[in-house]
């Protein structure tokens, strides 16, 4: 059970998250912030990105977000230190840990010789999709157009490149699967 002074502490500490939910919220107008969101880092928006977040998710250290595109981040998800590159969309589910990672739906540039240093083409992006309950570890690059599966880890340090079925672990680069969730 709290005391007085345990109470009066929650309550300050809900009310500094408030406050930087609505500093937030009124210096980049293309953020939406959910319910109870705890911004305990800092954020930073460029170029035009749309972000929705979710109800009760946590933002730690530095969180970025970059690109004309979109970016929904679904609810009781933790975000720490990670840095989000779209063009297209990206879409993170309910209840996922995404940490100090890089998820980029796009290439910045077009690979064929003659085209490099031409703006991106639409061959250079697609939509990134983390399924609910997924786990990204540190220093890990998803790629455009991956899809990762429900339940599934992508281990420090991986590259993923093509889809991860749901409830698996992945590692390495290229990426490979070690270890599958039974039910």
Not at 20 to 48: F, H, P
Not at 98 to 119: I, M, T, V
């Amino acid at each position: 059970m709290l005391g007085a002074a345990g109470i009066r502490t929650r309550r300050v500490v809900r009310l500094v998250f408030a406050v930087k939910r609505g500093w937030y919220q009124l210096r980049y107008r293309r953020l939406t912030l959910g319910r109870d969101v705890e911004i305990r880092g800092r954020i930073r928006l460029r170029r035009g990105v749309r972000v929705t977040i979710g109800d009760r998710t946590r933002l730690n250290k530095l969180v970025r977000f970059s690109g004309p595109g979109e970016v929904r981040v679904g609810a009781d998800s933790l975000l720490n230190a990670t840095w989000i590159g779209t063009w297209t969309s990206v879409t993170v589910g309910d209840r996922c840990l995404l940490s100090d990672c890089e998820l980029l739906d796009n290439d910045f540039h077009n690979l064929p010789p003659g085209q490099r240093h031409a703006p991106p083409g639409p061959l250079t992006r697609a939509p990134i999709v983390l399924e609910d309950n997924v786990w990204v570890g540190a220093h890990a690059l998803v790629l455009k157009g991956v899809r990762i599966g429900r339940d599934s880890v992508v281990g420090a340090a991986t590259v993923v490149r093509t889809d991860v079925p749901p409830g698996v672990v992945v590692v390495g680069n290229p990426q490979q699967t070690v270890k599958k969730f039974h039910d």
